[in-house]
């Protein structure tokens, strides 16, 4: 891989605060690395990105930022009931510039507690990507989600991905995504993740959850299911991405989870740094 890393988001205004705190997170870990961040948007201010901007430039990183036309979108005329954002990162490949091979997407719902160069490093074999599934301790809802979108593969989370993006250039395309939202529409729960599974599951490579991509609610769940190893101390030396997936998010006051006073912490020194 090049030497530099490339993180992408994509995001709308009401996520710019926990943008920050992931980035900062990935930036603690990450101090001697050359690293690159992409934002894909449709109408983030030019004030709120120029502040993005600012604290990235001071982690010493580069930064750009694209903002989507409307006649983007001219051919997915269902997008009014779904996130534009979602269709920003299936069809990434479509936007970033061709030089760009490669990028990890991030969730903004994320802590970095380790480091992702092993992951940046991840070996594809030829797969669209690699994701994280969340199978719990009794895997219950592969099956159903199996059923609910006539798959027959584990169903892979989306928060986290590692992209060849010029297999998805290849592969991704928006008149595919059109014909599941339209075909499938009553089953879809997780827009994204759902299109991603039904379209792409069979070209997606599976990495551990548990170092990179730990969904912070399940603790016990992961516990039990390593037996006891996958304690605290643990993760902390293994796990690489904490996850904060559902609600509460771990900013908002009725948080209260295992993870929430390590998310704060995060937070307090970037209003620090």
Not at 17 to 28: A, D, G, I
Not at 56 to 68: L, N, P, Q
Not at 81 to 97: A, D, H, Q, S
Not at 147 to 155: E, F, G, K, P, S
């Amino acid at each position: 891989m090049k030497n530099e890393i490339e993180i992408l988001v994509t995001i709308d205004e009401n996520y710019i605060q926990p943008l920050k705190v992931m980035l900062y997170s990935l930036y603690v870990h990450h101090r001697r690395e050359n690293v690159k961040i992409w934002l894909i948007h449709e109408k983030i201010s030019t004030k709120k990105i120029a502040t993005l901007n600012k604290l990235i430039t001071k982690f010493g990183w580069s930064f750009e930022a694209i903002k989507m036309k409307d006649d983007f979108f001219e051919e997915a005329p269902t997008v009014e009931r779904y996130p534009k954002e979602m269709y920003f990162r299936l069809l990434c490949g479509n936007i970033l510039p061709e030089h760009v091979k490669r990028v990890i997407y991030l969730d903004p719902d994320i802590l970095v507690i380790n480091s992702l160069l092993p992951l940046w490093n991840v070996e594809l074999e030829g797969n669209l990507l690699a994701a994280a599934t969340h199978t719990g301790v009794t895997n219950i809802t592969t099956g159903i989600n199996n059923i609910r979108l006539n798959t027959d593969h584990h169903y892979y989370n989306s928060g986290v991905m590692v992209i060849d993006l010029d297999e998805a250039r290849e592969r991704v395309n928006i008149q595919d995504i059109q014909e599941t939202i339209e075909k499938y529409a009553s089953y879809l729960l997780l827009p994204d993740q759902d299109v991603l599974n039904h379209l792409y599951g069979h070209y997606i490579k599976e990495i551990p959850d548990e170092i990179w991509n730990y969904d912070a609610r399940k603790y016990l769940s992961y516990l039990t299911k390593s037996v006891g190893k996958y304690d605290l101390h643990w993760l902390m030396e293994h796990t690489a991405i904490l996850h904060f997936c559902g609600k509460p998010k771990p900013w908002q006051i009725k948080s209260d989870t295992k993870f929430t006073a390590l998310y704060l912490d995060y937070a307090h020194r970037l209003e620090h740094f």
